[in-house]
């Protein structure tokens, strides 16, 4: 069973600058969510993606937007960087069957500088 | 906001049990207990989770009090490399209300 993968592992980008992220989910799982994490700081829930549409949203700017593609796997797309979106992305994919989802399970993260 | 109130740092002597608290007074009656731990700036790691009974993996125990206003997770040997952030997390399995809201967690170091 492959897990969750991500890539690329760190980034660095300037200000003004747009940034693509990528995350293949763990085998048999089509739901993704993605997450931010700042330095000393607990994950904050970005959005989820479930058959290709956003479903749910964290008090994140429109700037922030992603996509699910047909083999589940997801892209996150921040445009217009600023210094504070420097953080670490997660990545976590889960089932959903029935209405509900299972566990979600996390990538390794990339690491996002913006100077 | 988290849903969950840890204690911000634990020490545990390796090979002993560690035992990290969690109270969730406010958690609803669908919603699940979750622990997921975070070594220096990787991934969460999920450890386990639970509704109402206690459990056990490979990894650790889950202890959730009757009344579901707290938990304790238990791991039974504690090693060096289980030195992590431990996050507590209530969550609905719902679809919709799957987010993970993670608190500021226990950071817990095992001394050799």
């Known amino acids: 069973e492959t897990g969750v993968t991500q890539s690329p592992t760190h980034l660095i980008k300037t200000r003004g600058q747009q940034v693509t992220l990528r995350c293949s989910s763990q085998s048999g799982h089509n739901t993704v969510s993605w997450y931010q994490q700042a330095l000393g700081q607990g994950p904050q829930f970005i959005f989820q993606?479930?058959?290709?549409?956003?479903?749910g949203r964290g008090n994140f700017p429109p700037r922030f937007s992603g996509l699910q593609f047909p083999n589940y796997s997801s892209e996150l797309n921040v445009n217009a960087l600023e210094l504070d979106d420097s953080a670490l992305y997660l990545c976590?994919?889960?089932?959903?069957?029935?209405?509900?989802?299972?566990?979600?399970?996390f990538g390794p993260g990339t690491r996002l500088t913006v100077l | 906001d988290a849903k969950t109130t840890q204690p911000p740092s634990m020490d545990c002597a390796e090979g002993r049990a560690a035992n990290l608290p969690c109270n969730h007074s406010t958690i609803s009656g669908n919603e699940y207990v979750y622990w997921y731990r975070q070594i220096h700036s990787q991934g969460p790691q999920y450890i386990i989770h639970g509704l109402k009974n206690n459990e056990t993996n490979e990894m650790a125990s889950l202890i959730i009090t009757e009344d579901r206003k707290s938990s304790t997770l238990i791991l039974p040997h504690a090693t060096l490399r289980d030195t992590a952030v431990y996050y507590c997390?209530?969550?609905?399995?719902?679809?919709?209300?799957?987010?993970?809201?993670f608190g500021t967690g226990t950071r817990l170091t095992i001394i050799p």
């Open positions: 976590a994919s889960s089932s959903l069957r029935g209405g509900s989802t299972d566990t979600q399970y």
């Open positions: 997390i209530v969550r609905d399995h719902n679809f919709g209300n799957e987010k993970l809201t």
């Open positions: 993606y479930y058959r290709e549409e956003e479903n």
